[in-house]
């Protein structure tokens, strides 16, 4: 029974405030307001019911289909934001009560606009949006601050149509101060959008900065990005645009030395990479990148003393890294398949080696196992330390199994085969083989 009637208070009060007049919600919202502007401090609780009546008014006809509605609304926000403003100047720590203000602010006044044709609402819509501009920065802000970047791409990109409507009406914008305002705002704007992953609406932000030549070296870095899957030709002039205006932006360095390794140009590559190890000495990657550029160029050339450079260089910049940083893998996996790789063409080599049962023939033949078989082990040291440090790098574990069986240590080989099929099931190895 008790529930019964626990059920029966609640369609009670329900329906009471659902039969509540709209139009009363909207007066009462609007004498709250005005009382609350009166005494800030003893009306303060005012200003929360004028905002609980007002979203009442706005979602209920006819006063949601009412200008003065959704500028009360408007003019409520703005007052809620500065609140919160002022208690934050006081207390540092103090939480925002009504986080998304500002948005709802900025809709309010929008939505104003699109209700009446009376110069006075135009007006006071107008008047309140250019209040709201200011709230609305810091919104965007702190959403970006947040990493919450979707948010701050609405709060920004709101500003700017703020701007838009405020001129498109003979009104003075917040952001005409001087050009870098409105240009830091279509900036904050455009990495809000590429931060979200929405590339579509980053890129029209992107080439108006670009146009206006905003003066920030990421501008050229996303444009060559956003459209690299679509003119590559178009990409690549803001590639080198940027380059030439940022000569010592690392970013767009990088952006550079990703290009050239996408389409393998490893001669340009050697000198961007030795640049940008100028820049940062202590980038551990660069090394192990320069090293595997010098690895390609070894496993290409056809010149014997070309060749011995180029292995020369790879060892050096791998040594380079490992030595920095005794546990990157990158590196040390690299430095074992620079050995693995010779070893296996010195397989093929000892497999094309004609058949000659003579002593002369067999001593031939044992030495050039015996020097595959050295080669096989001047790898296995790096491959044993990747796989104590990941045991599930399957890479690893495969050149493992291989070099073990063709040292004829098929115990061990059929151990790391093993291990190879417990990843293939979608399993995972729970302890290193070499771990110590």
């Known amino acids: 029974m008790r529930t019964f009637l626990f059920f029966l208070t609640l369609l009670i009060t329900t329906g009471a405030f659902a039969q509540e007049d709209p139009s009363k919600a909207y007066k009462k919202a609007s004498r709250e307001l005005g009382n609350y502007n009166l005494d800030q401090i ?11 009546n007002i979203d009442f008014a706005s979602s209920m006809e006819p006063t949601s289909t009412q200008a003065q509605t959704w500028i009360t609304k408007g003019e409520i926000y703005n007052e809620l934001c500065n ?24 809709e309010a ?4 606009m699109t209700l009446t044709p009376k110069k006075w609402e135009v007006k ?31 709060g920004f990109s709101g500003l700017l149509n703020t701007h838009e409507t405020l001129k498109a009406n003979g009104q003075k914008s917040p952001l005409e101060n001087d050009e870098k305002t409105l240009g830091d705002t279509r900036f904050a704007t455009a990495m809000s959008a590429l931060n979200a992953n929405m590339p579509e609406k980053a890129l029209p932000y992107f080439e108006q900065l670009y146009k206006d030549q905003y003066n920030a070296p990421e501008i050229y870095s996303a444009l060559y990005e956003l459209t690299s899957g679509k003119d590559m030709n178009a990409s690549l002039q803001y590639l080198e645009a940027g380059r030439k205006k940022f ?27 030795k640049l ?17 550029v010098y690895d390609n160029l070894f496993q290409k050339e056809k010149d014997a003393t070309k060749k011995a450079d180029y292995l020369k260089n790879a060892e050096a910049n791998y040594t380079k890294a490992i030595e920095m940083k005794p546990d990157y893998t990158d590196a040390i996996y690299s430095m074992g398949t620079i050995y693995f790789n010779q070893a296996a063409e010195m397989t093929k080599e000892l497999n094309a080696m004609p058949d000659d049962f003579s002593a002369a023939g067999q001593k031939k033949y044992d030495k050039k196992k015996s020097e595959t078989d050295e080669m096989f082990k001047k790898s296995l040291p790096y491959f044993e330390k990747v796989e104590s440090i990941d045991p599930n790098d399957k890479n690893t574990l495969i050149a493992l199994k ?35």
């Open 83 to 106: 609140r919160d403003l002022r208690e934050l100047m006081t207390n540092p720590k103090h939480k925002i009560q009504y986080p998304d203000a500002a948005k709802i602010g900025n």
């Open 247 to 273: 000569p010592e932006d690392i970013g767009l360095l990088y952006t550079e030395i990703n290009y050239y390794l996408k389409v393998n140009k490893t001669d340009v590559l050697i000198d961007k990479l």
């Open 402 to 436: 291989e070099i073990y069986a063709r040292l004829s240590n098929l115990q061990v080989s059929n151990e790391f085969k093993k291990r190879i099929e417990i990843l293939e099931k979608g399993g995972k190895n729970d302890s290193s083989y070499f771990k110590k």
């Open 276 to 292: 940008a190890i100028e820049k940062e000495p202590a980038n551990v990657s660069l090394y192990s990148t320069l090293g595997n």
């Open 124 to 154: 006071d819509a107008l008047k309140g949006l250019f209040e709201n501009a200011g709230h609305m920065n810091n919104y965007a802000a702190g959403m970006y601050a947040a990493q919450q970047y979707t948010n701050a791409y609405s």
């Open 109 to 112: 006044f929008n939505k104003a």
């Open 42 to 52: 003893a009306n303060r609780a005012q200003l929360d019911e004028a905002k609980t």
